[in-house]
């Protein structure tokens, strides 16, 4: 499902996204946090852009607007990376936070999780 965005009547806190396509495959942008509470959330929405992003394209979770991401939704985002991996989607983790970056490297997922500092370089394709 393209163009899609889930708006759940709950706090700013809550996790929201919104997907779009580009050139390079598809973008989806988090909003709020990823917890305990909402990690079934955060898995449909990467399985759903994963989905939507086609065969040898990339799929960029753009989390810069996240406030919190705990350890399960790190974990959820490398199980997707690697199912996608399948289909022959790269995804992309766009993260300026320094601590997410610290859980990543802290739980040993640097060689899954492709995390980038911004989305020009997210998005740009190396072969």
Do not use: Y
Not at 62 to 71: G, I, K, V
Not at 82 to 108: E, K
């Amino acid at each position: 499902m393209l163009d899609f965005t889930v708006e759940p009547n709950l706090p700013d806190r809550e996790l929201r996204w919104m997907a779009r396509k580009a050139p390079e495959g598809l973008i989806t942008q988090a909003f709020g946090e990823v917890d305990a509470h909402n990690e079934a959330d955060w898995q449909r929405m990467l399985v759903e852009s994963s989905d939507a992003t086609p065969a040898s394209a990339l799929l960029v979770i753009d989390c810069r607007a996240l406030d919190f991401m705990n350890c399960g939704a790190l974990v959820a985002l490398a199980k997707q990376t690697v199912d996608s991996r399948q289909r022959g989607v790269t995804v992309r983790l766009v993260v300026r936070q320094s601590g997410i970056r610290r859980v990543i490297t802290a739980c040993g997922l640097d060689d899954v999780i492709s995390a980038h500092a911004d989305l020009e370089s997210a998005l740009t394709i190396q072969r």
